[in-house]
């Protein structure tokens, strides 16, 4: 495959793919999950009857007179309720009051988390990110600290950051997206979700190059030499890098599909990155350098 | 390296992964003596975040009230017959927080009213007496200031009834402490009404006649005879020695835990035969081996689990399933190297050799990040994020054993050098 003399192509499709997600980011923002604005997530089963999502919405609006709450279907015929912090006293009457209008009903799941808690587990996550972030910085300059020619190492660890930043924003913009077309918040997991892709994103460059440097103690270093030394050196590891991907792929499919329910965005987050991140790998952080290498 | 050698280690490892499969295969002789620890998101039941009012109490004292008022809930907790409840402390930032985990718990709204209806006791000097003496009259006013005598001192309490009015009285006992500063309170407001508060409500304020000591008190309130009961036997059970309020709680049903559990193994499972099939097909003989590596790597990494005792949750098993994915990355980045060595016409068991060699260094690299960003999730955060890091940690670590070693002793036994 010549992927650095059609790299303007592949540029210029990851530059698409990052501008929406910028745009999207902008234009949609984000839905934050209860986990970090506080809140309660409350999901019930109708046993008798069966109720459809808007008329629960309606009697919760009408009846209880609970502002801002939403009502999506969940899985197995349950509801999911998203509601600001419902107190135990309140949760045990609002209990008694949906049973008496629609009959029996089995409580999956009940989560209330207090503003405390939601603000305590958001400064967490923030701290886990920026530590992740550092280690992963301090690992890429570790790895390239050795100077090679006729790229300089830090060039190296410069493009792997842009490779890392490329795969964080486009999961970031979808989400955003899905979150103004279905509700889709961001929540703890997500973030997590991010860093686990970032951390997979990093080692996969690493690779690349890794057999570019070690390709290149044979080679000399004119411009033309060394975008073949390049292509090579991706094309030697691509199949790896698809494979690898794949099979990591095959079980989060499985578990997107068949697993628990609330997995699922979870998951979600860590497929798109690991795509975004195996292209970000073969065809961004290699045409990257060797267009660095030009000037 | 010489064969026989191989064979050894070869023969070891798989005892080991058959001994681990008898071990965590639910249903097989491993159950009996260390059955599996399933989380509340996966059996049901309820996770309850109180946070623990300490403004009232001197720093000094801080641990030990924190400390008994764990012991306190971890008494009526242990009343509701749930296997194995939790009660544990935290700290966070300036507070403290009280956990509660009651797994597989049936009436979860009972369970709160329960650990909500601990007493919290507290005695109070009377600066300024307001006029309505109700029993709405909370702490809060100005005219109270709270003495350090509370629920914490009192160690046990008795129905009694007044010999003329026949009105039912709670009697408490203090502890030596407490018989002590009840003593001092006693002496410092003769002719003064002393108020008692039960949970923030004034439930009398008699005028201290003379000092008591002995550390005996008696509360005569409008109780009624069921009311009085309820109280004694809450009291015995223990006071609280610093009121608690519940700021957060998650609740699981049992079949939605139970339904997560078996549709996420399922999961690992078909995307586990998805991988296999992809090696074999793929990499055919290497493939095949590969793929036996695997099914040890997910033996051990349960055993591990199973032995280190770690609670298994629907975090945990996403982790373990998400490093199954990864697991097989040494293999292929082996796989790719060994095939163009063979294809420069290097003879295979020498390829074989090479091909682990040269591929070592981008495998220990590889993981690394992932490791790094496990272990600090793992120590900065709790709850989901916390399971899920710790069991991608264990699933990197020891894959890079399986997909190394299990595999090379393999290959070196198995292949012929043609």
Redesign the interface.
């Known amino acids: 495959m010549n992927i650095i003399g059609h790299k303007k192509i592949y540029l210029f499709f990851a530059f698409i793919l990052v501008s929406a997600s910028v745009a999207s980011i902008l234009v949609f923002g984000f839905r934050y999950g209860i986990d970090i604005v506080g809140g309660t997530l409350w999901?019930i089963k109708f046993i008798e009857n069966k109720v459809s999502a808007e008329a629960l919405n309606q009697f919760i609006a009408s009846e209880l007179k609970v502002e801002g709450t939403q009502v999506a279907s969940g899985?197995?015929e349950s509801l999911i309720i998203r509601a600001k912090e419902i107190?135990?006293e309140n949760?045990?009457e609002y209990?008694a009051k949906i049973n008496s209008e629609f009959g029996a009903i089995?409580?999956?799941?009940?989560?209330?988390?207090?503003s405390?808690?939601g603000q305590?587990?958001r400064d967490?996550?923030i701290?886990?990110f920026i530590?992740?972030l550092f280690?992963?910085s301090l690992?890429i300059a570790f790895?390239f600290r050795k100077v090679s020619r006729p790229v300089s190492s830090w060039k190296y660890g410069v493009v792997t950051l842009i490779t890392l930043f490329h795969d964080a924003i486009i999961p970031i913009g979808v989400f955003a997206f899905l979150g103004y077309l279905y509700g889709v918040e961001i929540d703890?997991?997500f973030i997590?979700a991010v860093?686990?892709v970032?951390?997979?994103s990093?080692?996969?460059t690493?690779?690349v190059f890794?057999r570019i440097r070690e390709n290149l103690k044979f080679g000399s270093s004119s411009k033309d030499e060394f975008n073949a030394v390049v292509n090579a050196s991706v094309n030697?590891?691509i199949?790896?890098s698809i494979?690898?991907s794949?099979?990591?792929?095959?079980?989060?499919?499985?578990?997107y599909?068949?697993?628990?329910?609330?997995?699922k965005y979870?998951?979600l987050t860590?497929i798109i990155g690991t795509v975004v991140g195996t292209y970000s790998s073969i065809f961004i952080a290699s045409p990257l350098l060797t267009l660095w290498r030009r000037r | 390296m010489n064969k026989r050698k191989s064979i050894v280690i070869l023969v070891l490892i798989l005892a080991i992964a058959v001994l681990a499969g008898f071990f965590v295969f639910p249903g097989a002789f491993g159950n009996k003596f260390l059955p599996w620890k399933l989380g509340l998101?996966l059996v049901g039941g309820a996770h309850l975040?109180y946070?623990i009012d300490t403004s009232q109490i001197l720093e000094n004292d801080r641990e030990s009230v924190v400390e008994g008022l764990r012991d306190v809930i971890e008494r009526r907790v242990n009343l509701f017959g749930v296997s194995e409840p939790q009660v544990f402390t935290a700290q966070?930032?300036n507070?403290d927080r009280l956990i509660v985990e009651l797994a597989g718990i049936k009436d979860?709204?009972l369970a709160?009213q329960e650990i909500?209806a601990t007493p919290f006791l507290l005695f109070a000097e009377v600066v300024n007496f307001p006029n309505d003496l109700t029993g709405t009259t909370t702490l809060t006013q100005d005219n109270f200031i709270p003495t350090e005598l509370t629920g914490r001192y009192v160690i046990g309490a008795a129905l009694t009834f007044d010999n003329i009015t026949s009105q039912s009285q709670v009697n408490l006992s203090f502890n030596d402490e407490g018989a002590e500063l009840f003593e001092k309170i006693t002496e410092a407001n003769i002719g003064k009404p002393l108020a008692v508060f039960l949970d923030n409500q004034l439930i009398t304020a008699p005028i201290v006649q003379a000092k008591i000591s002995g550390g005996q008190a008696q509360i005569t309130g409008n109780f009624t005879l069921n009311e009085a009961r309820a109280l004694v036997s809450r009291f015995n059970a223990g006071a609280l020695p610093a009121p608690i309020k519940?700021?957060?709680?998650?609740?699981?049903?049992a079949?939605?835990g139970e339904?997560?559990?078996s549709?996420?193994i399922?999961?690992?499972t078909?995307?586990?035969i998805?991988?296999i099939l992809?090696?074999i097909v793929?990499y055919r003989g290497f493939g095949f081996f590969a793929a036996i590596a695997l099914i040890i790597y997910i033996l051990l990494t349960l055993l591990i689990f199973k032995l280190l005792s770690i609670t298994f949750t629907?975090a945990g098993i996403?982790g373990i399933?998400?490093s199954?994915?990864?697991a097989?990355?040494a293999n292929?980045?082996i796989f790719?190297r060994t095939k163009?060595e063979i294809k420069k016409g290097v003879a295979k068991l020498p390829a074989v050799e090479e091909g682990f060699k040269r591929a070592w260094?981008?495998i220990r690299?590889?993981?690394?990040?992932?490791i790094?960003?496990s272990v600090?999730?793992y120590y900065?955060?709790?709850g989901?994020?916390r399971g899920?890091?710790l069991a991608?940690l264990i699933g990197v670590v020891i894959s890079m054993f399986s997909a190394i070693t299990v595999t090379r002793t393999m290959l070196r036994v198995f292949t012929k050098n043609l």
């Open positions: 999901q899985s197995t107190s135990e949760h045990q209990l089995e409580e999956l799941r009940f989560e209330t988390i207090g405390v808690i305590e587990l967490k996550a701290k886990a530590l992740v280690a992963i690992y790895v703890i997991n997590v860093l686990v970032m951390g997979f990093v080692h996969d690493i690779v890794d030697q590891t199949a790896r494979n690898t794949l099979t990591l792929l095959f079980v989060l499919f499985a578990i599909f068949l697993g628990a329910i609330t997995l979870f998951i860590i | 998101d975040i946070e966070s930032g507070s979860v709204s709160i909500g519940l700021i957060g709680q998650q609740t699981v049903g079949s939605l339904d997560s559990l549709q996420t399922f999961a690992g078909i995307g586990t998805l991988i992809f090696m793929y629907l996403a399933i998400l199954i994915g990864m097989v990355d292929i980045l790719e163009e260094l981008s690299d590889s993981n690394i990040t992932t790094m960003t600090i999730l900065i955060t709790t989901f994020v899920f890091a991608l």
